[in-house]
């Protein structure tokens, strides 16, 4: 009688990552550069190192478990949460960014 191992298939997310077209063609990265890294690395449980990627991926989170929550919840102030949340997102991703160029031509 043959004994038949499970086969595991082991995917590699990095495999199926979206190349950032302003980087191929200007050379300059984009404001939201390193945000599907940085969600591979929330998913691997660095949570560290996904800040240091992409420091918007919380405030980012943040926004989206808000959005998706207010579909099944009813919130006194949703409009005015959103807008602050909308806020808080956009700035951290221009302050990082504005810090990486920065960083990047100086």
């Known amino acids: 009688m043959m004994h ?3 086969t595991i298939f082991l995917v590699n997310l990095e495999d199926y990552m979206l ?3 302003n980087k191929k063609l200007f050379g300059l990265d984009c404001p939201g550069c390193g945000m ?3 969600v591979h690395l929330l998913l691997q449980g660095e949570f560290l190192d996904a800040f ?3 420091p918007a991926i919380y405030p980012l989170m943040l926004l989206l478990a808000f959005l998706v929550s207010t579909l099944f919840i009813k919130f006194k102030f949703a409009d005015q ?3 602050i949340l909308m806020l808080t997102t956009a700035g951290a991703i221009l302050v ?4 990486k160029m920065n ?3 100086n």
């Open 36 to 38: 599907q890294r940085s």
């Open 19 to 21: 190349p950032c077209l």
């Open 52 to 54: 240091k990627m992409f």
């Open 4 to 6: 038949l191992q499970p």
């Open 96 to 99: 990082s960014y504005l810090i």
């Open 81 to 83: 949460i959103k807008l």
């Open 103 to 105: 960083i990047l031509f």
